[in-house]
T-cell receptor, first 111, second 113 residues
Framework: GQQLNQSPQSMFIQEGEDVSMNCTSSSIFNTWLWYKQEPGEGPVLLIALYKAGELTSNGRLTAQFGITRKDSFLNISASIPSDVGIYFCAGQGGSNYKLTFGKGTLLTVNP | DTAVSQTPKYLVTQMGNDKSIKCEQNLGHDTMYWYKQDSKKFLKIMFSYNNKELIINETVPNRFSPKSPDKAHLNLHINSLELGDSAVYFC????????????FGPGTRLLVL
């Protein structure tokens, strides 16, 4: 089946720093999604990407759909304490209608 | 205003019991899902319904049975609960006009003692 490798597993940064995380897939994806999950809550959609090469921003967040369709990255600029949470990438490929999720990146921001 | 809602939020029960979790979405979406998130936070799909029809059924024990009375509701019934069923269960929904973009509920935290 499809597999996603998400890295890093965790990050501990200072407030104001920029953050970058990425996901790579063993197969081609048609859609890449990035979610954030805070403690006790469900995943919340941050950015959706539908075309290879697409670069999309949402405030301080920027995500790109890789040209090879096998990878995506998420950048967070000028991090703030409320950015803390687990960030998940998710992808969908082929005729498979389901999403495959990465294992998440735990982000901690030190004020 | 709630888009995808689940009840209950917390569920503590004894091994061997039967329990149900309910999900409702008011987004007008066609497709709904159940996911299980384990203690390592890994999200794994269990089931999906499109317009009340089962379209995804992953390798899940027969003790788990989803039911969709209409396209706005997807419930999950679990028979003979086991310790390993303890997890957070998330409902999600999507519409076909937004690709695979799924919207998640707040989760049901199930603890089997």
């Amino acid at each position: 089946g499809q597999q996603l490798n998400q890295s890093p597993q965790s990050m501990f940064i200072q407030e104001g720093e920029d953050v970058s995380m990425n996901c790579t897939s063993s197969s081609i994806f048609n859609t890449w999604l990035w979610y954030k999950q805070e403690p006790g809550e469900g995943p919340v959609l941050l950015i959706a990407l539908y075309k290879a090469g697409e670069l999309t921003s949402n405030g301080r967040l920027t995500a790109q759909f890789g040209i090879t369709r096998k990878d995506s990255f998420l950048n967070i600029s000028a991090s703030i304490p409320s950015d803390v949470g687990i960030y998940f990438c998710a992808g969908q490929g082929g005729s498979n209608y389901k999403l495959t999720f990465g294992k998440g990146t735990l982000l901690t921001v030190n004020p | 205003d709630t888009a995808v809602s689940q009840t209950p939020k917390y569920l503590v029960t004894q091994m061997g019991n039967d329990k149900s979790i309910k999900c409702e979405q008011n987004l007008g979406h066609d497709t709904m899902y159940w996911y299980k998130q384990d203690s390592k936070k890994f999200l794994k799909i269990m089931f999906s319904y499109n317009n009340k029809e089962l379209i995804i059924n992953e390798t899940v024990p027969n003790r788990f049975s989803p039911k969709s009375p209409d396209k706005a509701h997807l419930n999950l019934h679990i028979n003979s609960l086991e310790l390993g069923d303890s997890a957070v269960y998330f409902c999600a929904s999507r519409t076909w006009t937004e690709g695979e973009t799924q919207y998640f509920g707040p989760g049901t935290r199930l603890l089997v003692l």
